[in-house]
C-alpha cells in the first residue's frame, strides 16, 4: 500500500508540473512586429497587443484572431462589365490597402478580402456602365481615382484604408477587337500617306527654289561673265586704237592687214558676197607691181582714159597681168614695191583730195561711190610695160577713212 501511495503521489505532482508550465507558456506572448492581437477575457474584447512581450492570465485571456497591419496586394480575377454601348468588357483590378484598427477589421467585418472584392465589382460595374468603350479604354486613371473614393468611403468603418486601385487589363471582345486594329490600321496608313505626301510637297518645293537659286546664279554670273568679256573687248579694242595710233600707220600697213582679212571673210559659211573699195584695188595693184617687177591691178571694168584715149580693155580672164619675171634680189624687189606703192596712195590722196568724195568701204569691186559730178582726173604715170605687154592704168584709190 506504501508503494502505491507514493507512486500516485509522484503522479500528481508531475501532472501538477506539466499543467503549472503549460500555464506559464499560454501567459507569455512574444508579439512580432506590424502584427496585432486580439485578445479576449471570458469571451469578451479584453485588449489589442501591440509588438513586444506580454503575459495573459492564463485559461482566463485567449487570443482571438491576429492581424497583419502591413500593406496587403490582392488581385481579383477578371469581371464582365457591360459599357453603355452594350459592350461586353472583361476588367482585372488590383487593389493595394491596409489595416489600419485591427478590432474593427476582426468585429465589424465576417472576411474583409471577400467585402473588398464584391465592393470592387459592383463599384466598377457602376462607373464603366456609365462610359462607353472608347471613353473606357482611354479613362483609366478616372476609373482608378472614382474606385479609390468609393471603396475607401465604405472600407474606413472596417478599419482598412484603400491606398490604391489599378484596372489591370480591359479585353474588349473578339470582334470590336478586329474592327479596332483595322481602323487603327487604316487611322496609321492614313497619317503615313499623309507624311508621304507632305514629304514629296517640300522635297519638290526644295527642289524648285534649289534651281530657281541656280537658274539665278546662272544668269548673274553670265551676266557678269558678258560684262567682263565686253570690257575686256572694249579695253582690246582702246588698246589696239591707241597703239595704231601712237604707230601712226600708214595706208599701206591698213591696205595689208585689209588683204589678210579678206580670205577669213569668204570662207564663211555665210558669205556669198564680200566687198572691197574701188579706191583700194590701186593700192592692191601698186603692191603687186612692186612685187612683180611690173605695174598691173585687179581686174575691173574698163574706165575712160584722162588724156582723151580710148578706154583700156580689161585683161582676159585666163591669162596673166605680170607675164613671167624673174626677181634677182627679194629685197630689191620689196623696196622697189614700198616705194611704187607710197607714190600710188599719194596719188590717190591727192585725187581724193581735189574729188572730195570721202572714201565707202561698202563699195563693191569696179563701183564709184556717188556724189557730185567732178572733172576728169589727171593723167596717172603708167608703168613700164615688162616684155611689150599693155597694162591698164591702175585707178587712184582715195585715203582710207578710219
Known amino acids: 500500500m506504501g508503494d502505491f501511495g507514493s507512486v500516485l503521489l509522484y503522479l500528481i505532482l508531475a501532472l501538477l508540473v506539466i499543467v503549472v508550465v503549460t500555464a506559464l507558456l499560454r501567459a507569455v506572448r512574444i508579439v512580432p512586429q506590424a502584427v496585432a492581437l486580439i485578445i479576449e477575457r471570458l469571451g469578451r474584447y479584453s485588449r489589442t497587443l501591440d509588438p513586444g512581450l506580454h503575459i495573459l492570465v492564463p485559461f482566463i485571456d485567449r487570443v482571438r484572431a491576429g492581424v497583419d497591419l502591413r500593406e496587403q496586394v490582392v488581385s481579383f480575377p477578371p469581371q464582365p462589365v457591360i459599357t453603355s454601348d452594350n459592350l461586353v468588357v472583361e476588367i ?154 601712237r604707230g601712226d600707220a600708214d595706208p599701206k600697213l591698213l591696205a595689208y592687214q585689209y588683204l589678210q582679212m579678206l580670205p577669213q571673210i569668204a570662207n564663211g559659211k555665210s558669205s556669198t558676197m564680200w566687198v572691197v573699195p574701188t579706191e583700194f584695188t590701186a593700192a592692191l595693184g601698186s603692191i603687186a607691181q612692186g612685187f612683180g617687177g611690173g605695174g598691173g591691178g585687179l581686174p575691173g571694168p574698163a574706165r575712160p582714159a584722162p588724156d582723151g584715149d580710148r578706154p583700156t580693155p580689161p585683161a582676159p580672164a585666163g591669162g596673166s597681168l605680170l607675164g613671167e619675171t624673174s626677181l634677182p634680189d627679194p629685197a630689191e624687189a620689196l623696196r622697189e614695191a614700198q616705194r611704187q606703192a607710197e607714190a600710188a596712195v599719194a596719188d590717190a590722196t591727192s585725187a581724193g583730195t581735189r574729188s572730195g568724195a570721202p572714201f565707202d568701204p561698202s563699195t563693191e569691186v569696179g563701183q564709184r561711190p556717188p556724189g557730185p559730178a567732178t572733172a576728169p582726173l589727171p593723167p596717172t604715170p603708167r608703168p613700164r610695160p615688162v616684155d611689150g605687154d599693155e597694162f591698164p592704168p591702175p585707178p587712184p584709190p582715195a585715203p582710207p577713212a578710219y
Open 92 to 245: 482585372d483590378t488590383v487593389i493595394y490597402f491596409q489595416v489600419t484598427d485591427a478590432k474593427s477589421a476582426v468585429y465589424e467585418i465576417a472576411n474583409y478580402i471577400t467585402a473588398i472584392e464584391q465592393l470592387t465589382v459592383t463599384t466598377i460595374r457602376n462607373v464603366i456602365g456609365a462610359m462607353d468603350l472608347e471613353q473606357t479604354l482611354t479613362s483609366r486613371d478616372q476609373i482608378n481615382g472614382q474606385l479609390r473614393g468609393v471603396l475607401d468611403e465604405a472600407t474606413g468603418r472596417w478599419g482598412i484604408r484603400v491606398n490604391r486601385v489599378e484596372l489591370k487589363s480591359i479585353e474588349p471582345p473578339p470582334s470590336v477587337q478586329g474592327a479596332m486594329e483595322q481602323q487603327m490600321r487604316a487611322e496609321r496608313d492614313r497619317r503615313a500617306a499623309i507624311l508621304q505626301a507632305e514629304g514629296i510637297k517640300q522635297s519638290a518645293i526644295l527642289t524648285a527654289e534649289g534651281e530657281k537659286q541656280s537658274a539665278i546664279l546662272k544668269a548673274e554670273g553670265d551676266a557678269q561673265a558678258q560684262i567682263l568679256r565686253a570690257e575686256g573687248e572694249s579695253r582690246a579694242i582702246v588698246q589696239v586704237f591707241d597703239a595704231i595710233h
